[in-house]
């Protein structure tokens, strides 16, 4: 029998998860394949460490393991287009099955306008991609539609049932660093496409959802959007009993809803959480069977929160101080009223100095604004931080 101090904390944080790990997130999976599968667009918004990169990997997977060609992307991870064009352009080699000079022949024909120079590397398994002198006089959209529509002829050179997608995480990005023009590119070019699958995903909520949501953006429209909400409390209930007490131990039904509320059920935080207080279990009890209570919950939170203090610290004292006392109403008030005559008296400036101040700090992502709602809530996008200032401050 394996012994407990061997097993393998069943709770993951921080990194994509993949095929079977995933709570819930059933019509998410579902829907990522079928825009895959049938050639449309998709668009999959929604906070920050909500699960969107493990939704895409998870249905990379799926599809991979039929006979589906998929590229995946983080728009994040390159600093410039040009870079993102050549990423894209080495995904599609290496997405590629057959012979290495055949596949390099047909990137090199179908890329023929940005002239890629293609490089293969034996160890690593990898194309790398570099453009030629011709390519870098063209502009950045100019660029981006080639590779899009280079990708559209590829797909339409594969045999016939075999799905091709595109996938681009952190999308928004593409949007800042390209400026508003490549917007109206991309559409003209990807409504064309029919061969090609694509999804989108991004987390600046607000951002997106003006570029899908404006009838005078040019992804008005354009294909399907889904809004990702936070995994249904009853799943991720079930999720977290079951994993606790199939490695031994106990767990109060109080426990696990106290955790969901401290970690504001986003999916990130709560594994955190879980994380910290099975290996606390594990190290420290000596109990015959050792039990999940809403205290020990408490107690893991305020080591978890004071480990990040340094941090939250060096967050806090970049605030003026209007704007601290605004993150304490929003603690204080669960993020709503705060536009209210007596949560704006109690911070002790005008409706438009607090309104200002929720505004900065949504903008840099200390909090966010939850559209999905009819009355603006603001929510902490680390919930931690709101943890944090609740202890700290001795709300
Ligand atoms: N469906 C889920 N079930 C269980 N845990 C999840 C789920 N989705 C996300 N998580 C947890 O949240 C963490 C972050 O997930 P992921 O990186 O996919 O989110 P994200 O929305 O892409 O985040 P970011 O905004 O930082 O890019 C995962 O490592 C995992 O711990
Ligand atoms: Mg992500």
Same mark, same amino acid.
């Given at each position: 029998m394996i012994g407990f101090n061997d097993m393998r904390n069943p709770f993951q944080f921080g990194r994509? /998860? +993949? /095929?079977?790990? /995933?709570?819930?997130?059933?019509?998410? /999976?579902?829907? &990522?394949?079928? %825009?895959?599968?049938?050639?449309?667009? @998709?668009?999959?918004? +929604? !906070?920050?460490r909500y699960g969107k990169t493990s939704i895409l990997k998870t249905a990379t997977d799926r599809l991979r393991a039929g006979s589906a060609i998929v590229v995946r992307l983080d728009a994040e991870s390159f600093p410039s287009i040009d870079l993102l064009v050549a990423g894209i352009i080495s995904a599609a080699a290496k997405a590629l099955k057959g012979e290495m000079k055949r596949v390099g022949e047909q990137i090199q024909r179908i890329f023929s306008r940005l002239r890629p120079e293609l490089d293969y590397n034996v160890t690593a398994g990898e194309w790398s991609v570099k453009f +030629?002198?011709?390519?870098?006089?063209?502009?950045?959209?100019?660029?981006?539609?080639?590779a899009l529509n280079g990708f559209e002829k590829l797909a339409k050179?594969? !045999?016939?049932g075999v799905p091709i997608g595109l996938i681009i995480d952190e999308f928004q990005r593409i949007v800042e660093i390209g400026g508003r023009a490549i917007e109206g590119q991309i559409r003209a070019a990807i409504q064309t496409h029919s061969r090609v699958g694509?999804?989108?995903?991004?987390?600046?909520?607000?951002? =997106?959802?003006? #570029?899908? #949501?404006?009838?005078?953006?040019?992804?008005?429209?354009?294909?399907?959007n889904i809004f990702l909400g936070p995994v249904p409390r009853a799943d991720f209930s079930r999720? =977290?009993?079951?994993?606790?007490?199939?490695?031994?131990?106990?767990?109060?039904?109080?426990?696990?809803?106290?955790?969901?509320?401290?970690?504001?059920? &986003? !999916?990130?935080?709560?594994? #955190?959480? %879980?994380?910290?207080?099975?290996?606390? @279990?594990?190290?420290?009890?000596?109990?015959k =069977?050792?039990?999940?209570?809403?205290?020990?919950?408490d107690e893991t939170l305020r080591i978890v929160v004071f480990q990040q203090d340094p941090f939250y610290t060096q967050l806090w004292v970049a605030l003026t101080a209007i704007q601290q006392r605004t993150l304490m109403s929003v603690v204080a008030e669960k993020g709503k009223n705060l536009q209210s005559a007596r949560v704006v008296q109690s911070i002790g400036k005008g409706a438009g100095t607090v309104r200002q101040a929720l505004l900065s700090m949504t903008a840099s992502s200390i909090l966010r604004d939850d559209p999905s709602v009819k009355h603006a809530n603001f929510r902490f996008e680390d919930p931690f931080f709101a943890r944090w200032i609740e202890l700290t401050a001795g709300l």
């Open positions: 994509e /998860l +993949g /095929l079977g790990r /995933l709570v819930d997130r059933k019509d998410e /999976l579902g829907a &990522v394949e079928r %825009a895959i599968r049938d050639g449309n667009k @998709l668009f999959l918004i +929604g !906070p920050r +030629g002198v011709e390519a870098s006089r063209l502009e950045n959209p100019v660029l981006l539609v080639d050179a594969q !045999p016939d694509y999804v989108f995903a991004g987390s600046k909520t607000r951002m =997106l959802q003006d #570029m899908l #949501m404006e009838p005078t953006r040019p992804f008005y429209r354009l294909g399907t999720f =977290l009993k079951e994993k606790f007490v199939a490695t031994g131990l106990a767990v109060e039904d109080t426990a696990i809803s106290h955790l969901l509320d401290l970690a504001e059920d &986003v !999916p990130f935080n709560v594994q #955190m959480l %879980a994380h910290h207080c099975w290996t606390r @279990l594990r190290d420290e009890s000596r109990a =069977l050792p039990t999940l209570t809403s205290s020990f919950v």
